[in-house]
Antibody, heavy 117, light 113 residues
Framework: EMQLLESGGGLVQPGGSLRLSCAAS????????LAWVRQAPGKGLEWVSV????????YYADSVKDRFTISRDNSKNTLYLQMNNLRAEDTAVYYC??????????WGQGTLVTVSS | DIVMTQSPDSLAVSLGERATINCKSS????????????LAWYQQKPGQPPKLLIS???TRESGVPDRFSGSGSGTDFTLTIDSLQAEDVAVYYC?????????FGQGTKLEIK
């Protein structure tokens, strides 16, 4: 059974940093791109970033470009999101998702990031 | 970026009736070389992550009831739920993956009338 488990969320002050992790199991990790999608409280889904299976290519939403960095460790079956210079508007549940030819066929339960002083 | 616009924002349908949700993209998501529409539909219930229902605009995922169907091409798409069940109450999102920069619609909240 495919599974994704996020961790690393929490409360951080504006301007601070946080690193999210997503541990994967139940599928051949290197065969798939992985993405981060976030959802602000009471709001819709916002695509954040994606990384290819090899890790050689990454893409970002304009709202996070130059502040967030997606990466993966294929030896540990783990996806990461390094978030710097956090803003109040980054407050959201962050989901990792397995990219199956573009659509997301497996999602984690999400981890909540709250940016507040 | 490709903008996805769903309509309506909310919808109330009686049990056993049909629900129809529309999604329009600001540019075509039909890739001419393979004639595939890069469009997916998701269902999200309260407190849960989204669940993929349909990919390639009309391909239902394994285990998804056949009362869910997707149609459309180019820039205009529809998710249809026939014979609405109580467990279908959720927010539904469309997503385009034509561009590396994916985008979602704003969501449509489906309730029971």
């Amino acid at each position: 059974e495919m599974q994704l488990l996020e961790s690393g969320g929490g409360l951080v002050q504006p301007g601070g940093s946080l690193r999210l992790s997503c541990a994967a199991s139940g599928f051949i990790f290197t065969n798939y791109a992985l993405a981060w999608v976030r959802q602000a409280p009471g709001k819709g889904l916002e695509w954040v970033s994606v990384i290819t299976g090899s890790g050689s290519s990454t893409y970002y939403a304009d709202s996070v470009k130059d502040r967030f960095t997606i990466s993966r460790d294929n030896s540990k079956n783990t996806l990461y999101l390094q978030m710097n210079n956090l803003r109040a508007e980054d407050t959201a549940v962050y989901y990792c998702a397995k990219d199956f030819s573009g659509s997301f066929d497996c999602w984690g339960q999400g981890t909540l990031v709250t940016v507040s002083s | 970026d490709i903008v996805m616009t769903q309509s309506p924002d909310s919808l109330a349908v009686s049990l056993g009736e049909r629900a129809t949700i529309n999604c329009k993209s600001s540019q075509s998501v039909l890739y001419s070389s393979n004639n595939k529409n890069y469009l997916a539909w998701y269902q999200q219930k309260p407190g849960q992550p989204p669940k993929l229902l349909i990919s390639w605009a009309s391909t239902r995922e394994s285990g998804v009831p056949d009362r869910f169907s997707g149609s459309g091409s180019g820039t205009d798409f529809t998710l249809t739920i026939d014979s609405l069940q109580a467990e279908d109450v959720a927010v539904y999102y469309c997503q385009q993956y034509y561009s590396y920069i994916n985008t979602f619609g704003q969501g449509t909240k489906l309730e029971i009338k």
